[in-house]
Every structure is written in structure tokens, then in C-alpha cells.
């Protein structure tokens, strides 16, 4: 038992044979455990289901590492959110190139984490450059660094754990696709599971070590088993017969690229050897299908993730009947040329998903990649119509939220990021390295320090760190005018078309969206800020209309939640976008009220533009009003369809 160095024995973690239920959790990480090479795995769930506490647990019972030290017990490794590109995949050793004057690599956290856990909480929240790095490691098994006059390599094999809540934000479906195995996990509505839940957490914070050495033999027998499951995985025989329903089950879910495949051969793999057994099963089979394809359906925002039971019965019966059919018979391997003059067709090398890891400081070329790749629109919920683009006079009006934001993660509006192109060199450390900027310094002090030639004298003072440029996302905030008067439909129509809309972008974009309703005598924030698209459209379609229009209550709302917002997520910049007639009822002098309100969002630097939704003979032309005391832009909602007003927003954020 270790001891630390004041004498005490730490406290133990939670032993992972004393997690009650999430099985499937587990097994997906005992499988990945067994195979890395699966890709890893993604948790999606909600708060309080114990997904920390199972990928710390994994941890222990993971063979011990050789290494020149000796031998090591395998490392959990944790990725903060805010880590850098250097942080992660490592950067030059700055203090030996000054020291020693030497090109030298000073590793990140994926060398860190090699043959052992690389825990990401809340990975939806990571920029998606960072998340790209980690799923090549991932599913190469190695780092390739080339970067600033240096060329590196090293293994990072390592179990890759990410942890999320959809509420807070999903994953883009490329991103999805990229984890091996997902597992949701649920709190158990089982009264007599959760009365085991907290009697067992309620005895570990009692006595600790009482409670480990409860379940000490079972969690060396899981680690015993995973170890004789990793000896014998390369000799567990995959028949073709088992290859052919494999591929008939990812044919017939439609999933894009041969990555499917390929896991689920992986997994498939791993669970024979984890059950002892020397060749692949239809059991083996049906439990990858399970662990490796629901998230692979979701496409588009709008989809439903998932695969239920009868889906999956259906498809393993088709697959069954694929199984049973002969392979067709191997082409002749010098086949005569086409008497028309054609040669043989080459053929098709399949896409494994496994990519360079050749890393850069400008995320630009992967978000170009991206782009690429987004989903078709859905013919389901949120579709709409196509229309034409605002007039040039109104897009020259809403280029971007001004100025340069800090970074919020995203890829929408200008900021100031880690990564991204270097626009000029800073004194301000953490920020990398620009090199150029670096030279120019100390060539500046080369006469002070006496050089007259030979090599070029730096010191720690010239360092320059590098300001980058990239891409933030946006926090989006409609105040919707849901009162009683005339257009109120139609009001609500486009704006939730429009939400709808930006929200699929903003599901690829990284940004935040949050609605307020004004009817009756109030404002309500129906949507607060989210990423999500299923709650969006939930709560988007429970919006109600009727009553009187209390405009400033909505404004000084909206104002109030984008003041919060600032506290809560300071480096993202917020556009409000009101859609009123501006025919503000209710109260003493209203649209007196609203004016001051709409003039204090001014004085906070909100961007903000108003989409007029007055219609009829008679015009009072109050919402362009409004527009000029916001400070903001001006459209008439006649002009715009529902997608239109999100092409709006999109402009101007």
C-alpha cells in the first residue's frame, strides 16, 4: 500500500466493481481496455450518474506500465477544458533551446496518458480542433508533431474517455462519429437501485478503506480478466461469416465511411476475448452493434439519436440471412484487359478514419474540413423554404458583432484564440511562441550583448508570445413579441423557423441560443441559453400567444440575461434580435418604458438588430424606432422569410 510523505496512506477511489448498474458503461470501457484501438469512448448523460467516478475507477484496474523508471501503475491523465493545442500534444522545451541552445520536444498530455486513461469531462465544451487531435491519437495509437522547426513522434496508446451533457451542447455528427463507442447513461428509476446507490457511496465516505477492501477481490479479478483478454485478443478469429453480418448491419443503418465497419469488428473482437472465447459470435456482434451505431445515426440536429431494440432485432435478423450467403468469388487477380481499351478498375481503398497527426497552430485547414462534411438539411423538423438573401444594404449593416471577441469556443465571429493564425508577437506569456517576432527582438540587443558574429545571442527577455486570430461562437438572444395584436402568428412562425434554423447552424457554429417571449403582463425567458437542440425545439414549441405586449419588460429581460451570460461565459459576445410591431401595451406610458429599456441595452454594447413585424393600412413605425434607441439594425419582417431572418443573424453575428 503506498504511503505519502506525511506518513498517512491516501484515501482509495472508488472501486469499480462497486459501481451499481450502468453496465453498459462499464463494459464499453473494459472493452476499450482490452482493445484501444476501438476509438474510445463517449458518455452522454446527466448529472449526478456516477460517469467520473467509473472512468477514475477504469483506471486502476489497467496492467502496469514498463517504462525506463520501473514498472508504473497505468496513469489517468484529466484534459481541462481550457487546455491549450501546446498542452496537449506538446511544444518545444523553450528553456533547453535558450540554455543549451538545442531543438528540443517537451511532451504534452497525450504522451502523459500513454498505455493509460486520458479522461475529458464535458469534451463538448473542448474547441473542435482539440477534440480532432485527441480522436487521431486515439485511433492511430502514435503523435506526429511538426511544428515550429520541429519534427517529433511518440505512442500515446491510451484509453480515451469523454464525458458530456447533452443539455449543455452537443458534439457536431463528424465529431460523433469520430468516438468508437458511446453509451447514454441514466439515473435508474428502480427504487431498490437507487436504495443501493446511496448505501454504498454513504459506506465509502464512512470508512474509505473498509469499503475498498470490501471489493478488492472483484476489482482484481475484472483487471486479471482484462489482462488475459488483451493476451489472446490477436489470436480471436474473425470469420467471414461474422465480417459479412457485420457489414450487413452498418449497410443497412446507412452509416457513412467504413469507420462503423471497422469498429464494430474491433469491438466485436474485444468481447470475445473478454469472455474467454477464440472466436467472434453472434453475441459479440450484437453487443458492438449496440455500443457502436446509435450515435453514428445522428446526422443532422434534428435526428433522433439512438437505435431501439426492434430496430436492432430487425437489423440482426437481416443481417443473419446475409451472414449465411456465400462470398462471391475472388476477382482473378490479372484480369485480361478490356477489349474496348478500358483497363481493370481499381479498387476502392476503404476509409479507416485514421488521419495524420501532423499538427498546426492554425485550425483554419480543420474547419474548412468541416464544412465539407455538414449534413444535408432534414426534410424533418426546422425545415423550411428556401428564400433569397437580405439586400446588399442591410448585409453592409451587419457584417459581424464589432470588434474582436476573445475566443468563446466556436467558429463564427473574429477573435482572439490559442490557436488560429499569428497576427503579432505579445510579451504576454502562455501564449506559444512566435518565432519571427522572438528574432527581431534579440536581434535588436545583439550590439549590447557584444556579438559581432557567429550564432545569435538570445536571452529569456526576448521571447515573444504569438496573438492568433481564429473563429468564436455567439450567444443568439430572440425577444419575441407574442402578444395579441395583429401578425402574432406569424411572428411566431418566423421566429421559430428562424431559431430553427440558426439552431442547426449554431449546432455546427458553437453558438448559444435563448429565446424571450413578451405577452400578457410579462416577459419569460422560454429557452434559456443552450447549444441543445432537443430542448430548443421542446421548449420552442410550447410558446403561447395572446394578451398585451409589455416590450420593455422583454427588453430589460434580455438584457438581463445577456449581463448574466457575461459573468457566467465571459469570452462570448451577445446579439439580440427582437421581433416586435413595437406597438409596446401595458402600464404607464409603455412605449416610453421600452425606449429607456431598449437605450440601456445600447449603453451595454449589446449588438442587437430588430426584425419590424408590423403589418396593415396603418404604419406607426415604432420598431424602427426602437431600432435607432438600440443602436442597432433594422429589417421589416415582410421582406424576410423564417429562413431569411436566421440568414440575418447569421450576418450579423
Known amino acids: 500500500m503506498a504511503v505519502q510523505r506525511n506518513g498517512s496512506v491516501p484515501e482509495p477511489g472508488y472501486p469499480f466493481s462497486a459501481i451499481v448498474g450502468q453496465d453498459q458503461l462499464r463494459l464499453s470501457l473494459i472493452l476499450c481496455a482490452v482493445h484501444p484501438g476501438i476509438g474510445g469512448v463517449l458518455v452522454r448523460g446527466e448529472k449526478g450518474t456516477a460517469k467520473s467516478t467509473v472512468v477514475r475507477a477504469l483506471a486502476t484496474l489497467l496492467p502496469a506500465v514498463d517504462d525506463e523508471d520501473g514498472s508504473r501503475p497505468a496513469k489517468l491523465v484529466e484534459l481541462p477544458v481550457g487546455a491549450t493545442e501546446d498542452r496537449v500534444v506538446g511544444s518545444i522545451d523553450l528553456e533547453k533551446v535558450l540554455r543549451d541552445g538545442e531543438r528540443a520536444f517537451q511532451p504534452g498530455l497525450l504522451a502523459a ?23 487521431d491519437a486515439a485511433a492511430m495509437g502514435r503523435v506526429h508533431v511538426e511544428r515550429d522547426g520541429v519534427s517529433h513522434s511518440h505512442p500515446a496508446q491510451f484509453v480515451l474517455v469523454g464525458t458530456m451533457n447533452p443539455e449543455e451542447g452537443e458534439l457536431r455528427p463528424q465529431l460523433l462519429d469520430r468516438f468508437g463507442l458511446a453509451v447514454e447513461v441514466t439515473a435508474s428509476r428502480d427504487v431498490d437501485v437507487r436504495m443501493n446507490v446511496v448505501r454504498r457511496r454513504m459506506n465509502y465516505e464512512r470508512d474509505p478503506h473498509a469499503f475498498a477492501a470490501e471489493f478488492r477481490n472483484d476489482d482484481i479479478a475484472v483487471a486479471e480478466q482484462i489482462l488475459a483478454a488483451r493476451k489472446i485478443l490477436d489470436d480471436v478469429v474473425l470469420s467471414d461469416k461474422e465480417l459479412r ?9 446507412d452509416v457513412d465511411g467504413m469507420r462503423a465497419d471497422l469498429v464494430l469488428a474491433r469491438t466485436a473482437s474485444a468481447h470475445a476475448a473478454w469472455r474467454g472465447a477464440s472466436e467472434v459470435a453472434e453475441e459479440d456482434v450484437r453487443i458492438a452493434a449496440e455500443l457502436a451505431l446509435p450515435h453514428r445515426r445522428r446526422r443532422d440536429p434534428f435526428d433522433e439519436p439512438g437505435i431501439d431494440d426492434k430496430q436492432l432485432d430487425d437489423a440482426m435478423r437481416d443481417a443473419a440471412e446475409q451472414a449465411e450467403q456465400q462470398p462471391d468469388p475472388e476477382p482473378d487477380p490479372d ?3 478490356d477489349p474496348d481499351g478500358g483497363g481493370a478498375p481499381e479498387p476502392e481503398a476503404p476509409d479507416d478514419g485514421s488521419q495524420s497527426q501532423s499538427q498546426s497552430s492554425d485550425s483554419e485547414s480543420s474547419d474548412s474540413r468541416d464544412e465539407s462534411k455538414q ?19 442591410f448585409r453592409a449593416r451587419l457584417l459581424e458583432v464589432p470588434g474582436v471577441g476573445e475566443g468563446a469556443p466556436g467558429r463564427r465571429s473574429r477573435s482572439r484564440s490559442s490557436h488560429g493564425r499569428s497576427v503579432r508577437p505579445t510579451v504576454e506569456p502562455g501564449r506559444g511562441l512566435h518565432l519571427v517576432g522572438t528574432l527581431f527582438a534579440a536581434a535588436e540587443q545583439q550590439v549590447v550583448r557584444g556579438r559581432t558574429a557567429g550564432r545569435l545571442k ?10 492568433k486570430e481564429g473563429r468564436e461562437g455567439n450567444l443568439i438572444v430572440f425577444v419575441v413579441d407574442a402578444s395579441g395584436s395583429m401578425a402574432a402568428r406569424d411572428r411566431l412562425s418566423a421566429v421559430t423557423g428562424a431559431v430553427l434554423s440558426l439552431l442547426r447552424d449554431a449546432y455546427q457554429r458553437r453558438d448559444k441560443v435563448a429565446v424571450i417571449t413578451v405577452r400578457g403582463t410579462q416577459a419569460e425567458t422560454v429557452l434559456p441559453p443552450t447549444s441543445s437542440v432537443d430542448v430548443a425545439v421542446t ?6 400567444t395572446g394578451g398585451r405586449s409589455p416590450l420593455a419588460q422583454g427588453f430589460l429581460q434580455a438584457r ?14 451577445a446579439l439580440l434580435v427582437a421581433l416586435t410591431d413595437g406597438r409596446a401595451t401595458g402600464g404607464t406610458d409603455p412605449v416610453g418604458r421600452a425606449r429607456i429599456a431598449a437605450r440601456r441595452i445600447a449603453s451595454d454594447k449589446i449588438a442587437s438588430v430588430v426584425v419590424d413585424c408590423e403589418s396593415g393600412m396603418v404604419r406607426l413605425g415604432l420598431a424602427s424606432d426602437f431600432a435607432a434607441c438600440l443602436g442597432g439594425g433594422y429589417v421589416a419582417l415582410a421582406d424576410l422569410s423564417a429562413e431569411q431572418v436566421a440568414a440575418v443573424v447569421r450576418a450579423a453575428a
Open 458 to 467: 538570445l536571452e529569456p527577455a526576448d521571447l515573444r508570445g504569438a496573438i
Open 245 to 253: 453480418r457485420i457489414a450487413a448491419l452498418c449497410a443497412s443503418f
Open 335 to 337: 484480369p485480361e484487359p
Open 375 to 393: 449534413p444535408p438539411p432534414s426534410s424533418g423538423a426546422g425545415s423550411e423554404k428556401q428564400a433569397g438573401t437580405p439586400g446588399a444594404q
Open 560 to 573: 438581463e440575461l445577456v449581463l448574466r451570460e457575461r459573468v457566467r461565459d465571459p469570452l462570448r459576445r
Open 113 to 135: 496518458a500513454h498505455r493509460g486513461v486520458l479522461y475529458v469531462d464535458e469534451v463538448n465544451l473542448l474547441h473542435d480542433h482539440l477534440v480532432d487531435v485527441l480522436l
Open 539 to 544: 421548449r420552442l414549441r410550447k410558446m403561447k
